[in-house]
């Protein structure tokens, strides 16, 4: 297991959306399971416990990877599904340069 910093953004055209936040040092076996772990936490933070990680993706950097989270709630009879995209960076907790 590693340790890992992060800094996450949500990726939206609406003000009301932006969020940017760090997560303490998280640890995982590689950059992606930390990837993943960040995107659980973000979408816990935005929807509540019903917050869900859709999929996460890598970039061209091995550094950043791209993460679709949201919610699903009934409205009526329909089933509503929400979400926005969260673009995660990780890097080993001990590099000071990242």
Known sequence: MERFHSEVVHLSTSPKDDDRFTVVPIEATGPMEAARRIAELAARRRYGEQGFVGG?????????????IGDYHLEGTNGVTVGV??????????????
């Open 56 to 68: 996460v993706w890598t970039t061209e950097n091995d550094d950043r990877f791209l993460a679709s």
């Open 85 to 98: 995209t969260i673009a995660i960076r990780v890097w080993p907790a001990g590099n000071p340069l990242a």
